[in-house]
């Protein structure tokens, strides 16, 4: 039987679930668990979705995203947790990891190439561009009812995964999903809208100050930009307003990978560095970045580096040089 499909029954048979997912969470992550949560909960299924850090402003549209929690009460308990889009229980921080021990059952469901494959069940489909494709098979094998709220969210998953159509990993199956979608009524334009033209004037004015920090290196195929923890100190940022950032820098001509280098202070309080990968024809970031303990897809990846900016462009560059 097909993974996906025992992961169908599984779920059939199972009461209360516990939905989880990585740090910083983004729209693939959060359209995915909300998704799949409201047709469960169609069911009659208890749902609770759990994650480390809060849903980033722009994704507040998104039905239900007001009900994810960021902490639980160590009384609560569920049949079955369902890790979606994290390759790693590293990646999914302290809180949900202490959730997690006191459930039985894991199902991992995800797309990215680094998954390590933890939990009881797994589908990991590394075709998929997105979690939420994952997540509308799983829905039609559970028969389950997608309205426009669900249909929205789903949408969501493929279209920041896929960087509006436009990233290597969109394809005919992505496509498909979303024709299928369409039919609930849902407005690409209004999301669209919602994600990538709700910028606040910090927001844009951040922008300004990543793209004129842009430099490139002496061959012309490697690019970065970068922010530091001073230019946040502007104001409290969320994580959503850098959203598509690093996509100016992929514009470059003759660029073969672009590098986003965010200076911050992490939950532990220290100070560390985000890195984000993107590349073009063969070179493969996901190794570049499982090199820093990161990972993600052979054409968009991310790693966090302990230390400051200075130190973190120097050591992820030089790596990236090897493979150009
Ligand atoms: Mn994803």
Known sequence: MNALRVIAETIKKGSSFLFVSHINPDGD?????????????????????????????????????????????????????????????????DVVNKALEKVPFIINLDHHVSNNKFG??????????????????????????????????????????????????????SHQVVAEILKYGISPNKIYEEI??????????????????????????????????????????????????????????????SLFFKELVNDKKQLVTKVSFRSKEDVDVNKIASGFNGGGHAHAAGCVVLGDMDTALDKVIKEVEKYI
């Open 29 to 93: 992550s959060i359209g995915s668990q909300l998704a799949l949560g409201k047709v469960l909960e169609g069911f009659g299924k208890k749902v609770t979705i759990l994650n480390q850090h809060p849903v980033p402003d722009i994704y507040n549209f998104l039905y239900g995203s007001g009900k994810i929690k960021n902490e639980i009460s160590p009384s609560e308990s569920f049949d079955i947790a369902v890790v979606l889009d994290a390759s790693d229980k590293n990646r999914l921080g």
């Open 196 to 257: 990538y033209e709700i910028f606040n004037l910090v927001s844009i004015k951040l922008l300004g100050l990543a793209l004129s920090s842009i430099e490139m290196d002496k061959t012309g195929k490697i690019a970065w930009m970068k922010i530091r923890k001073s230019d946040f100190n502007l104001s409290s940022l969320t994580n959503g307003e850098t959203e598509g950032f690093i996509n100016y820098v992929q514009m470059l001509k003759g660029v073969k990978v």
């Open 120 to 173: 009881q069940l797994q589908y990991l489909n590394q075709q998929a561009s997105a979690t939420a494709v994952i997540v509308y098979d799983l829905i039609v094998l559970l028969n389950g009812k997608i309205d426009k709220d669900i249909a929205e969210c789903l949408y969501t998953g493929i279209l920041t995964d896929t960087g509006s159509f436009h990233y290597l990993n969109t394809d005919a199956k």
